[in-house]
C-alpha cells in the first residue's frame, strides 16, 4: 500500500514538472515569453578564449594577469613580419620567470610552491599607477610578459640548476623589444629556494659582465663549504653567493641588507668581506633612518650594474612568516618598501624575490601578497632604468 502510495505521488510530481523541463531553455522573442536559461551561443570573445587553449597558450594564472609567452622557444619560431623578419610580437623587455625548487633548502622546504602562490596572490591586488611614483610598470615604455616556470628536477638540484641555467640563456637569448632602452630581456624570477639566484647570476654575467649584487636577506649566505658533508651538499641556499664569488660572476661592491641571523664561526665575517660584501644588519635600520640605509647602499654600488635579490625572509616572521628560515627582529613590509623605492636610478639588471613557501601562509595569503608587493616595486625600479648595452649572442 505504501509503496503505490508513492509511486502514484512520484507520477503526479513529474506531471506537474513536465512543463517546465520542456520549457527549459526555449525563447520567445516575438511574445516576450521564457527567458533563456541555457548559455547563449558562442561570441566571437569566447570562440577566441577556447582558440587561445586550443592552441597550447595561457591557462594558468600570470603574474597580475600579464601576457604569457613561451620565450623558451626559439625567436625564429615566432611570427614574422611581411619582409620575412622576425616579428617584434615575439620579443618583451622584462620577462618574469618562475624557478619552482627547494631541494637546496636546508630547513624547512616548499618554496618550490612560491612562484604558483605570489602569482596567485597578484590577482587580489589592484595593478594601477603608483601613489608613491607615479608610475604603471605595464604601461609605460617596457613590454613586460609571464614566461611561466622552469621544469625543475625535484630529485637533483645540479640538474635543476643546470636546466634554470639554460632557462635563462633562452629568455634572455633574444632582442629585446625596445632595444634602444635595453639591448636584451632582463628577467624577475620568482623562487624557489636562494639557490636559484646562481643561475640568474650566471646569465647576468653572460650579458652584462659583473654586477654588484644588493642583498635583502637575514642570512649572508656567503657561507664557506670546507665543512660540508659531500661535493653534492656544498651547494645550498645558505652558499650560493660564495660560489658566485668563486665563479667569478660578482663584483666586490656587493652588500647585505637586513642582516641578523648568527654566524656560524668567527671565520664567516673576513670569508664574507673576502666575497666581496658589505653588511647594512637589520637594526641599523633604527639608528640610521631608511634614508640613511639607502644611501649607503647607493655609495657602495655606485655606477656598476646591479642585480639586486630579495629573500622574504628579510622581512619579519609578522609580515611574512611563510618561509623556510624565519627570524624574528626583521624589517616591516613598509621598510623594505621604501627601501627599494630609495633605490630608483641604479643600474638594475636583473632582480628576483624568493624562499617563500606558501605551506607555511595563513588562508589570506600573507606572505605571498607582501612578495607580490615587492615583485611590483622591482618590475618599477627595472622600467624606471633602462639597462642599456648588453652581450647578445648571434640568433
Avoid at 26 to 32: K, L, N, R, W
Avoid at 238 to 266: K, M, N, Q
Avoid at 275 to 280: A, I, M, P, R, S
Avoid at 283 to 296: F, Q
Wanted: aromatic letters at 8%.
Amino acid at each position: 500500500m505504501l509503496d503505490r502510495s508513492f509511486l502514484c505521488l512520484l507520477v503526479l510530481w513529474l506531471c506537474w514538472c513536465a512543463p517546465a523541463i520542456a520549457g527549459y531553455g526555449a525563447v520567445d522573442e516575438d511574445s516576450g515569453g521564457q527567458r533563456r536559461l541555457m548559455p547563449p551561443p558562442a561570441t566571437a570573445a569566447v570562440r577566441d578564449e577556447f582558440d587561445a587553449m586550443r592552441k597550447g597558450m595561457q591557462t594558468f594564472n600570470t603574474f597580475a594577469r600579464l601576457p604569457y609567452m613561451n620565450c623558451f622557444a626559439k625567436e625564429v619560431e615566432g611570427t614574422t613580419d611581411e619582409d620575412g623578419k622576425n616579428s617584434s610580437s615575439s620579443r618583451y623587455d622584462i620577462a618574469i620567470l618562475g624557478a619552482p625548487h627547494d631541494i637546496s633548502a636546508t630547513v624547512r622546504p616548499g618554496a618550490r610552491f612560491g612562484p604558483t602562490d605570489i602569482r596567485s596572490a597578484s590577482l587580489i591586488k589592484s595593478i594601477g599607477y603608483s601613489v608613491f611614483t607615479g608610475r604603471h610598470p605595464f604601461r609605460d615604455w617596457a613590454k613586460v610578459v609571464d614566461c611561466g616556470n622552469v621544469r625543475m628536477s625535484p630529485l637533483d638540484k645540479l640538474v635543476a640548476l643546470r636546466t634554470l641555467d639554460r632557462a635563462h640563456e633562452a629568455v634572455t637569448g633574444r632582442p629585446a623589444a625596445h632595444p634602444d632602452r635595453s639591448a636584451v630581456p632582463r628577467v624577475l624570477m620568482l623562487g624557489g629556494d636562494h639557490s636559484t639566484t646562481l643561475s640568474a647570476l650566471r646569465s647576468v654575467h653572460q650579458r652584462w659582465g659583473k654586477v654588484s649584487v644588493v642583498h635583502f636577506d637575514s642570512h649572508i649566505d656567503t657561507w664557506d663549504t670546507e665543512e660540508a658533508v659531500s661535493e653534492y651538499a656544498k651547494l645550498d641556499h645558505g652558499t650560493f653567493l660564495y660560489f658566485a664569488h668563486e665563479e667569478g660572476l660578482i663584483l666586490d661592491s656587493s652588500i647585505h641588507v637586513g642582516i641578523r641571523a648568527p654566524y656560524y664561526s668567527h671565520r664567516d665575517v673576513p670569508n664574507d668581506r673576502r666575497c666581496g660584501f658589505e653588511t647594512v644588519t637589520a637594526r641599523d635600520i633604527d639608528a640610521v633612518g631608511i634614508r640613511g640605509v639607502v644611501d649607503k647602499i647607493r655609495r657602495r654600488v655606485g655606477n656598476s650594474s646591479v642585480y639586486v635579490t630579495v629573500d622574504i625572509d628579510v622581512l619579519d616572521p609578522a609580515f611574512a612568516p611563510a618561509t623556510g628560515t624565519p627570524e624574528p627582529g626583521g624589517w616591516s613590509t613598509r621598510e623594505l618598501l621604501s627601501v627599494l623605492h630609495g633605490l630608483e636610478g641604479l643600474h638594475v639588471v636583473g632582480s628576483d624575490v624568493v624562499e617563500v613557501a606558501p605551506a607555511y601562509d595563513s588562508n589570506s595569503q600573507t606572505t605571498a601578497l607582501t612578495a607580490g608587493e615587492v615583485v611590483m616595486s622591482l618590475l618599477d625600479l627595472m622600467v624606471a632604468s633602462p639597462a642599456g648595452n648588453a652581450s647578445l649572442p648571434a640568433l
